[in-house]
């Protein structure tokens, strides 16, 4: 995670970029994102993916782009996508199965 702690919580954001895993990542983001009240939907998103890795990041837009999820959505769609772009099966998001018309459908197993 590269954040140096200088600057306003938006510059912050702005240089927040995703070295480790997802988790250590949105962990990050939403500390930093709690100092700002009433954070524009739009927003949260932009910021949340312009820190992701790239592959990581490509993937997500991609599945974002198939309608508007929530805060909690997109980063449960974004564990799913490290597990899937890493190769690991874990208990919350199954691997991404493809339905007949080659989209990746994913499912979440978790309360």
């Given at each position: 995670?590269?954040?140096?702690?200088?600057?306003?919580?938006?510059?912050?954001?702005?240089?927040?970029?995703?070295?480790?895993?997802?988790?250590?990542?949105?962990?990050?983001?939403?500390?930093?994102?709690?100092?700002?009240?009433?954070?524009?939907?739009?927003?949260?998103?932009?910021?949340?993916?312009?820190?992701?890795r790239n592959d990581i990041r490509g993937r997500v837009r991609s599945l974002v782009?198939?309608?508007?999820?929530?805060?909690?959505?997109?980063?449960?769609?974004?564990?799913?996508?490290?597990?899937?772009?890493?190769?690991?099966?874990?208990?919350?998001?199954s691997r991404g199965s493809r339905s007949n018309s080659g989209s990746i459908r994913?499912?979440?197993?978790?309360?």
């Open positions: 995670m590269v954040v140096n702690g200088e600057g306003d919580v938006y510059e912050q954001l702005t240089e927040l970029k995703q070295e480790g895993t997802v988790e250590e990542y949105i962990a990050e983001f939403e500390y930093l994102t709690a100092q700002i009240p009433k954070l524009p939907e739009k927003q949260f998103r932009g910021y949340f993916l312009h820190g992701l782009a198939l309608g508007d999820l929530s805060h909690t959505k997109l980063l449960q769609v974004t564990r799913g996508v490290e597990k899937e772009v890493g190769g690991v099966n874990g208990s919350g998001f994913f499912a979440w197993h978790g309360s």
